[in-house]
């Protein structure tokens, strides 16, 4: 991003771009920050949270954003992705998963969430499985024209072998919650068990663009 392009980003999104937490925290307990967070949408039509969960953020920040901003974990963008599935394929830490799931289920009383389909009529699961197999597989989503687009599936701190076991423990989670997503199909008439099995990226498309008609 150029340098010119980045300065012209509001503050909230340029600490999380910088994954500036400490800035953030500060940020968010102003009144401007407060405000942000409740007006933002991308071009894309992510919510703060969305740009957050791309980043590895602290799960203090998450709770905060979605404090401020308790619809944004039910929010979806233009691909129909909504907060759980951006980080299922994000390799965040179970946590940020597991108070994701139960804060909508707090809020609606449902697993709506986990079982929610994007357009692609991709499940949590379908995102957290091919993820699982391919690190690269969110960068691959049509997100390249946002103006806020960032480097994914940043494992941060955690290291690669510590990303793969808390992606696992994810799918894993998914599962136990929902039996169900084993055999829901995505566009392509694909479960995430046929998906596991197959292990090739052809399954969904190498470089798989989402329809927006």
């Not at 300065?7 to 407060?34: C, E, F």
């Not at 944004?72 to 963008?77: T, W, Y």
């Not at 894993?172 to 084993?182: A, F, N, T």
């Amino acid at each position: 991003m150029r340098g010119r392009t980045f300065n012209a980003l509001s503050p909230l999104v340029r600490y999380i771009l910088m994954q500036k937490w400490t800035m953030v925290r500060k940020y968010l307990k102003t009144s401007a920050g407060s405000n942000e967070v409740k007006s933002y949408k991308s071009p894309k039509g992510r919510s703060a949270l969305h740009l957050a969960l791309e980043n590895n953020p602290p799960i203090d920040i998450v709770k905060k954003l979605i404090k401020i901003d308790p619809y944004s974990i039910r929010c979806v963008d233009y691909l129909g992705l909504s907060t759980l599935h951006v980080a299922c394929c994000s390799f965040l830490p179970l946590e940020v998963v597991n108070f994701l799931i139960s804060e909508q289920q707090r809020q609606q009383g449902e697993a709506s969430l986990v079982i929610l389909r994007d357009r692609r009529e991709n499940t949590a699961l379908h995102h957290a499985v091919k993820a699982l197999l391919d690190p690269l597989y969110y960068e691959r989503l049509d997100y390249k024209n946002d103006s806020s687009a960032t480097i994914l599936c940043n494992c941060g701190d955690l290291g690669q072998d510590s990303c793969y076991t808390s992606q696992i423990l994810i799918v894993g989670r998914l599962v136990s919650m929902e039996p169900q997503l084993v055999h829901m199909r995505d566009r392509n008439g694909c479960t995430p068990v046929e998906i596991l099995e197959d292990c090739t990226s052809d399954v969904w498309g190498e470089n798989e663009q989402y329809d927006t008609r």
